[in-house]
C-alpha cells in the first residue's frame, strides 16, 4: 500500500510540474514574450556591422526560438495529458486496496503538499512572466503562408508514371456523354403531384423534384471541425479494441449471476457499448497500431481541401430549392409507395389527420399532457422492479429516457390510388417517445421468433423462392387442377388489431422458445404498456392510441404479423376450414396475402365472405384472376401447368433512380445499374422476358443519366449470375467470416481528405506484429460515409413545427425570427450590460466558426435563457450554461464565485486555477475587478426557452444546454470545460 501511494504521489506531483509550466509558458507566448532560457540560445551576432544585416539575423534566431518554445509547449501538453490518464488509473488502484476512511486521509494529506508545492512554483514563474517581459516581446506568431517556398528546378526530365483516375474522372465515367441536366428534363415528367390551390410550381421546382428524394445537393465548405472529431473517436475506437483483447477477463457467472439468455447479455452490452465509454482510451505501446495512425495523422495534415467540382444544382434549382424550404402555407410529402412527391395546402393536410386522430374509436385526447410522460415512466419503473430478475440494472436504467418527448404523427399520400382521391396512411413515429427503448427490447426479443410463423413472408426474395418450389411440384403432378390467382389486403390492419388478441397470439409464441429468459409474462407486459401509452402529438394536440398498434414502434411489425398469424393464418390452413382442400398455396406479407385456389369463383367468393367473419375488426379486399396478378414488385402469371413471374412496378413508380451528379460517393452511383439489372434476373423466371426488361430498364437509367457502356456492363454481370445464387438457393463460397468491424464513419465531401485511399495505402502496417495483424484485418478497417442533407430531408419534414417557441426540433435557435430578435442591454444601464454583455444579433465560436442567429428578443431581465462565456484570454476557452431565473442574478452568482475563488462551475473552475498566471486580477475594489473581468470574459444570451408540455422548464433548458454544448463544441468531449 505505501508503494502505491508513493508512486500515486511522484505522479501526481509530476503531473503538476508538468502543468504548471505549461500555464507559463501559455501566459508568457500569449504576451508576446519567450522565455528567458530559450531566447538566451537565440542571441546571435554576425561579423558584418551593417545594422540591416544584424537585424535580419536576429529576427530569424528569433523566428527559430519562437518555434522551438512551441515544440516545448506541444511537449508539455502531451505529457500532462498522459500524466493526467495516470493519475486517474492510480487512483482507482487505491480506493480499491485502501479502505474509504484511509483513502480520505492520504488524498487530504496529498492535497496539502500538491497545494505548497503549486503555491511555491506560482511564486517563481510570477517572477519569471515580469522578468520575460522586461527582456522584451520577440514572439513571432506561426505564419505558414509567410514561409517563402523554394522554385522547383528540374535538371533531369520526370519519369512519367501510369495514371490512377481521379475521383472526379471515375465518377464522369459513370455519366452518359451528354449533359445529365440537358437530356433529362426535357423527356422526364416531373414526380409530383400538386393538391396545392395557392402554389403554382416552375421550372425550377420540377428541377428539384426530378433530381428525385435520395438526391444529395452538392454541400458547402467542409466542416473540418465535425472531420476531426469523428476522427478522433475512431482512434479512440481502434485503441479501445487493442486494449480490451491485451486484458484477460475472468469469468464469473455462477458466482455474480443468475443464468441468463445469451441474447439479453449481447444486447446488454450492446447497449453499454453505444451509450458509454467515450472517455479518451489509452496510448497503447504496441507500435504498429501508434504507427498507423501517426501516419494517417500527418496525410490529414498534409491534405490540402481540394476543390469542389462545382454545384450539382443550376442556378434556377438552387433558387427554387431554397423557397421551398421557406413555404409555410404548403407541405411536401413523399409518396406513400414509389419515388415521388405531394404539393398540398397545409391547412388541408392539417384537417385530413386531425379528421383521423379525432376519431373516438382509435384516439382520445390526453387531458393533462403535463404528466403524462411522467406517468408513463412510473409504470415502467413499476414494470421494472416487477420483474428485475429478467432485467440487469443496467438495462433497468436505460430502460427510462429522461429526455423524452411526445412522439408525432404525419401522413404520407397514397400516390398510387388516385381514383380514391389519394388517401392517406397514418403512421405514428415513437422516435423520442417514453416507450421507444422497452419497444426496441421487445424487438429484440421478437424478431427471432419471425421464422416460427410459417406463412408469413420476410421479402420478395422468399416469396419467389416458394413460387418457383410450387411450380416444380406442379410440374410433377399428372394432371393438376386449373387454378386462380388471389390476392387480398387487409384494409387498416395496424389500428384494427385488437389488443387482447394480439397479446394471446405473442404470449403462444413467447411460449415456444427453447430458453424462456425473460420470462413471458414480462414480454407480455411490456407490449401491454406500449399498446396502452402509445402517445403522439401533432399541432399541439396530444393524443393516445385505444385500439390496434400504431405503426411507428420498432415491434409493430413482429406484433402485427404474431397476431395475424394467429388470428388468420392459422385459422385458414387449419382442418377445421371447411374449404382449406381449395387452398394450394397461402403466404402473407404484412397485410398483403397471396394464395392458389383450385376451387370455382363461386367456391371462392364464398370463401371470402367467410374470411371477412373471422375477425370483425379486420377487412379484407379480393383481387382474382386465371392469368395473372400483381403481388409486391412481382407479376405471377399462370404459363402452362406452372408458374412463372415478371417484373411489375405500379403506375406511380417514376423510376427516378439516384443520379449520378449527386453528391454521393462513386462506387455508390457505379453500383446502381448492377443492382438494378440483378434484380431483373431474380424477378424474371423466363430467359425472354428478362431480356425484354434489361432493355426497358436500360431506357429508365439512360433518362437518369447514366452511362451507356456502364449499363451494358451490368446486364452482361447480371446474365452471368445464376439466377438460384440471386435467390439464395446457391450458397457455395458464400459464407463470409463475422468478426467485428472498425469503419471510420466521416460525413462525404469531396473537399475533404481521401481517407480510403490513405487507409488502404498503410493498412500493411498492422500486420507488423501478431496482435494487430488478428485483430484488424483489412476487410475490418475501412472508411464509411454518413450522408449530407438530401432533397427529401430538405423539403419535407415529418414533425410539423410548434406554434410556440423554442418547440420545434428545426428550430434551433429557440423561437422565430423577426427584426427585434437579438440579445440587448437594458434601459437601466446595469454592470452586467455596460460591462460584460454583448449586443448582438448572431453569435459565434472559434471551434466552429459558424454563425447562428438569435431568434428571439433577449436582455439581462429575460428569465429562462441560455447563455455563453466566451474567455478574452485563453484561445478556445467558451462555457455554456442556462438559468432559470434573469441573467441579472446568475451573472452576479458567477462574478462573486470567480472572484473569491470558488469552484462551483466550470467558468469559476478555470478562472481560479489560472487565477495567478492568465487570469490575474486586482480584486482590491469593487470597481477595479469589475474593470479588469470586462477585459478578460463577455457574455452572450443566445436562446430564450418556452415551457414545452410534458416537461419542466428546468427540463427543456437542460435539453437546450446539452444541444448548444455540442453544436459550439463546448463539452469535455470535444475539447471544451462543460462537464455536463
Known amino acids: 500500500k505505501h508503494k502505491d501511494v508513493l508512486v500515486y504521489k511522484n505522479t501526481l506531483f509530476r503531473h503538476n510540474r508538468f502543468m504548471n509550466q505549461w500555464n507559463y509558458m501559455t501566459t508568457t507566448m500569449s504576451n508576446g514574450c519567450i522565455p528567458k532560457g530559450i531566447q538566451d540560445q537565440a542571441k546571435f551576432r554576425v561579423s558584418f556591422e551593417e545594422p540591416s544585416i544584424q537585424n535580419l539575423c536576429q529576427s530569424l534566431f528569433h523566428y527559430a526560438a519562437s518555434r522551438s518554445a512551441d515544440a516545448i509547449k506541444r511537449h508539455l501538453k502531451f505529457h500532462t495529458e498522459t ?55 520577440n514572439y513571432v506568431q506561426w505564419q505558414p503562408s509567410h514561409i517563402l517556398k523554394r522554385k522547383n528546378r528540374r535538371i533531369l526530365p520526370k519519369k512519367k508514371k501510369t495514371r490512377i483516375p481521379s475521383r472526379k474522372m471515375a465518377r464522369r465515367s459513370i455519366r452518359r456523354t451528354e449533359e445529365t441536366r440537358e437530356t433529362m428534363d426535357p423527356t422526364c415528367p416531373p414526380p409530383v403531384i400538386n393538391l396545392s390551390s395557392s402554389k403554382v410550381l416552375t421550372e425550377g421546382h420540377f428541377g428539384i423534384f426530378r433530381k428525385g428524394p435520395k438526391f444529395v445537393p452538392t454541400p458547402p465548405k467542409a466542416d473540418f471541425s465535425e472531420f476531426r472529431e469523428d476522427f478522433g473517436l475512431w482512434k479512440n475506437k481502434l485503441r479501445w479494441a487493442y486494449w480490451h483483447s491485451t486484458k484477460i477477463i ?20 450492446a447497449l453499454i457499448r453505444s451509450n458509454g465509454c467515450q472517455f479518451m482510451a489509452p496510448v497503447n505501446k504496441n507500435h504498429a497500431l501508434e504507427l498507423f495512425l501517426h501516419k494517417l495523422e500527418v496525410g490529414i495534415k498534409e491534405a490540402k481541401e481540394r476543390s469542389g467540382s462545382g454545384d450539382n444544382l443550376t442556378a434556377a434549382e438552387r433558387k427554387a430549392l431554397n423557397e421551398m424550404k421557406r413555404w409555410k402555407d404548403v407541405i411536401i410529402r413523399p409518396f406513400d409507395k414509389g419515388v415521388g412527391f405531394v404539393v398540398d395546402d397545409l391547412s388541408n393536410y392539417k384537417s385530413r389527420v386531425q379528421s383521423e386522430i379525432m376519431n373516438p374509436a382509435t384516439y382520445q385526447v390526453v387531458e393533462n399532457p403535463s404528466i403524462a410522460i411522467s406517468e408513463i415512466h412510473a409504470r415502467i419503473s413499476n414494470w421494472s422492479e416487477e420483474y428485475k430478475e429478467d432485467l440487469s440494472q443496467e438495462l433497468t436504467d436505460w430502460m427510462i429516457d429522461k429526455n423524452a418527448s411526445f412522439g408525432y404523427i404525419y401522413m404520407n399520400y397514397k400516390a398510387h390510388k388516385p381514383e380514391k382521391n389519394y388517401p392517406g396512411r397514418f403512421i405514428t413515429s415513437g422516435c423520442g417517445s417514453p416507450t421507444e427503448r422497452i419497444s426496441m427490447w421487445i424487438e429484440h426479443h421478437m424478431s427471432p421468433l419471425m421464422n416460427l410463423l410459417p406463412y408469413r413472408l420476410k421479402d420478395t426474395t422468399q416469396f419467389l423462392k416458394i413460387i418457383k418450389s410450387y411450380s416444380e411440384e406442379r410440374e410433377e403432378k399428372e394432371n393438376p387442377p386449373p387454378i386462380i390467382l388471389v390476392s387480398w389486403d387487409i384494409e387498416a390492419m395496424y389500428p384494427n388489431i385488437d389488443n387482447d388478441a394480439g397479446l394471446q397470439a405473442c404470449r403462444e409464441l413467447f411460449d415456444e422458445r427453447t430458453f424462456p429468459i425473460p420470462s413471458t409474462d414480462s414480454l407480455i407486459e411490456a407490449i401491454r404498456i406500449t399498446l396502452e401509452e402509445n402517445i403522439a402529438e401533432f399541432d399541439g394536440l396530444v393524443v393516445k392510441q385505444r385500439s390496434g398498434t400504431a405503426m411507428g414502434p420498432h415491434h409493430a411489425c413482429s406484433y402485427a404479423d404474431a397476431a395475424v398469424d394467429k388470428i388468420i393464418d392459422q385459422k385458414v390452413m387449419n382442418d377445421s376450414n371447411p374449404m382449406r382442400h381449395f387452398i394450394e398455396l397461402w403466404t402473407r406479407f404484412r397485410d398483403d396475402i397471396f394464395g392458389v385456389w383450385t376451387g370455382s369463383h363461386e367456391q371462392l367468393m364464398e370463401f371470402h365472405g367467410w374470411l ?26 399462370v404459363v402452362g401447368q ?37 434484380r431483373v434476373t431474380r424477378n424474371c423466371s423466363e430467359q425472354e422476358v428478362r431480356d425484354s426488361t434489361y432493355e426497358e430498364y436500360k431506357e429508365h437509367l439512360l433518362k437518369r443519366g447514366y452511362s451507356e457502356s456502364l449499363i451494358d456492363d451490368a446486364i452482361t454481370n447480371a446474365r452471368a449470375t445464376p439466377r438460384d445464387k440471386l435467390l439464395g438457393l446457391d450458397r457455395e463460397g458464400d459464407e463470409k467470416a463475422t468478426s467485428r468491424k472498425f469503419p471510420l464513419i466521416i460525413k462525404f465531401n469531396h473537399r475533404l481528405p481521401q481517407m480510403s485511399k490513405m487507409i488502404r495505402e498503410n493498412l500493411h502496417i498492422l500486420s507488423l506484429t501478431p496482435e494487430t495483424s488478428k485483430l484488424f484485418n483489412p476487410d475490418t478497417v475501412f472508411t464509411s460515409y454518413k450522408m449530407e442533407q438530401n432533397i427529401l430531408s430538405m423539403i419535407t419534414k415529418n414533425r410539423l413545427k410548434a406554434s410556440s417557441p423554442g418547440h420545434g426540433e428545426e428550430n434551433v435557435g429557440g423561437g422565430v425570427e423577426d427584426g427585434n430578435s437579438g440579445c440587448f442591454g437594458c434601459d437601466q444601464g446595469c454592470t452586467l450590460c455596460q460591462n460584460f454583455l454583448v449586443e448582438s444579433k448572431t453569435f459565434t465560436t472559434s471551434k466552429t466558426n459558424q454563425t447562428f442567429k438569435i431568434k428571439s428578443r433577449i436582455t439581462c431581465d429575460t428569465k429562462g435563457v441560455i447563455y455563453l462565456i466566451t474567455d478574452k484570454i485563453c484561445e478556445d476557452v467558451f462555457y455554456v450554461g442556462y438559468t432559470e431565473d434573469n441573467m441579472k ?8 464565485h470567480i472572484k473569491q475563488g470558488k469552484k462551483t462551475c466550470e467558468i469559476a473552475s478555470h478562472f481560479s486555477r489560472l487565477g495567478k498566471t492568465a487570469h490575474k486580477l486586482d480584486k482590491s475594489t469593487q470597481a477595479v475587478y469589475t474593470s479588469q473581468l470586462s477585459s478578460h470574459l463577455s457574455i452572450v444570451l443566445i436562446e430564450r426557452v418556452e415551457e414545452v408540455p410534458g416537461k419542466t422548464k428546468k427540463q427543456q433548458l437542460e435539453i437546450r444546454e446539452k444541444f448548444w454544448q455540442g453544436a459550439l463544441k463546448a463539452a469535455k468531449l470535444f475539447g471544451g470545460i462543460n462537464k455536463r
Not at 618 to 631: G, M, V
Not at 889 to 896: A, E, F, I, L, P
Open 642 to 678: 406452372k408458374l412463372s413471374t415478371a417484373m411489375y412496378s405500379k403506375p406511380s413508380d417514376t423510376h427516378a433512380y439516384l443520379l449520378p451528379t449527386s453528391n454521393h460517393p462513386t462506387h455508390i452511383c457505379k453500383n446502381i445499374p448492377n443492382s438494378v439489372m440483378k
Open 612 to 637: 371477412n367473419s373471422l375477425n370483425p375488426k379486420l377487412r379484407f379486399t379480393i383481387n382474382t384472376s386465371e392469368d395473372s396478378i400483381e403481388y409486391l414488385d412481382v407479376v405471377v402469371s
Open 250 to 269: 475472468e469469468e464469473r457467472i455462477e458466482e455474480e449471476m443468475t443464468i441468463k439468455d445469451p441474447e439479453l447479455e449481447r444486447a446488454e452490452k
Open 889 to 896: 442574478v446568475r451573472w452576479r452568482n458567477h462574478k462573486s
Open 83 to 137: 500524466l493526467r490518464q495516470r493519475v486517474y488509473s492510480l487512483d482507482k488502484v487505491l480506493r480499491k486496496k485502501l479502505s474509504q476512511n484511509e483513502h480520505v486521509a492520504v488524498m487530504e494529506e496529498i492535497s496539502k503538499q500538491v497545494s505548497k508545492v503549486n503555491e511555491d512554483q506560482a511564486k517563481v514563474h510570477e517572477k519569471k512572466l515580469q522578468r520575460d517581459q522586461d527582456i522584451g516581446k
